[in-house]
DNA sequence: AAGATTTGACCGCG
DNA sequence: CGCGGTCAAATCTT
């Protein structure tokens, strides 16, 4: 977390000129890396994956101009539930890339549902695995219920990664962007999150495009180290990323609440709690593994700081070069 | 019919 | 005893 807030905190305070610069310079390289991939690539999922980098610089430009890019928003509309029974999930999910394509494009449809019901599902589906909720809880002091997913493959390949996914108390009431924590326990021992990965770059953007939630990731390390990142899921940009700045230091409840947050590591699953002020000590880096379930689509729109530090650490971590967002 | 979500119940822990 | 996590029957969508 302290990687969250150190980002963040800089993003907040800065004037959107700098900001702007930065930016600018990364969607020029992004051009460049795309033009390249274009040219010598014959995989799709690399030329689309800087082509969504591309975009997505292109919107967080217009953002810092102060232009609206069609597009995100609208999303969590009809949220409120108002009810709340049973259900009209665009069920998402389906064992093969494709059908989990199409799921994903249901979910826009269905699911008038509440408590942003969409957003929530949409943000469980975006990290390249497939989930099956199992439950759901009223969590005390917390506005919001807690959702419980695992792994599709828990049966088929006794995978035991899970997440928790709940909407953050203190950003919500403004509606205009919740931020969602997302918390992954276990390791995935299925391999299928690469072919999920490949899918959500082939058929998941638009999808993509439509939360304007924030995520906070919380990776774990096996040491109970905290590692976890949040960014922006939507082309909101500094604004949001001083939002999830806040979020990370509640005056209420929600500190606890992260506190709680056991991120998981490709070794297992820590009951440490996560310090949100703690800066990561080098040994607990050095112990963080890049889950599958925490890849970074192409959708996520760092704050540039963020993308920076994200970069800095993973390149440190030699995880770049593995199968983050590069889809198999 | 298959498979996913919903939701109340159950269980373990502090 | 309260709370959080998981289970599983019922329900719903495709």
Known sequence: MALTMVSLAAIAGKPTAASAQFVAEGRESAARLYALLVGSSALHGPVDLA??????????????????????????????????????PGRGRG????????????????????????????????DKF???????????NSKHPRFYYRCSYKDDHGCTATKQVQQSETADDDTASPVYIITYFG?????????????????GEEEDQLSPAQMVISFASSNGGDASVSWPCSGDDAQNNSETSHESSPPEAPAGEEEHLRPCTAAGVSDEPIMESTPPAPELLADLKPMDGCLLDGESLFGMDELVYFHELSAALGLLDRDWGAPV
Not at 132 to 137: E, T
Not at 187 to 203: F, I, L, P, S
Request: charged share 30%.
């Open 51 to 88: 082509e969504q980098i591309l975009l997505c610089f292109d919107r967080a430009l217009a953002k810092l101009h102060g232009v609206n890019l069609a597009g995100a928003e609208d999303d969590d509309d009809a949220a409120g539930n108002g009810n709340g029974r049973k259900r009209k």
């Open 95 to 126: 064992l093969t890339a494709a059908s989990a394509a199409a799921s994903s494009k249901r979910m826009r449809v269905s699911n008038a549902g509440g408590n942003g019901a969409r957003i929530e599902r949409k943000a469980t589906m975006d």
């Open 130 to 140: 497939l989930w099956r909720k199992y439950g759901q809880k009223e969590i005390k």
């Open 187 to 203: 390791e995935h021992t299925c391999r299928h999150g690469d072919d999920a990965a490949a899918m959500v770059v082939d058929g």
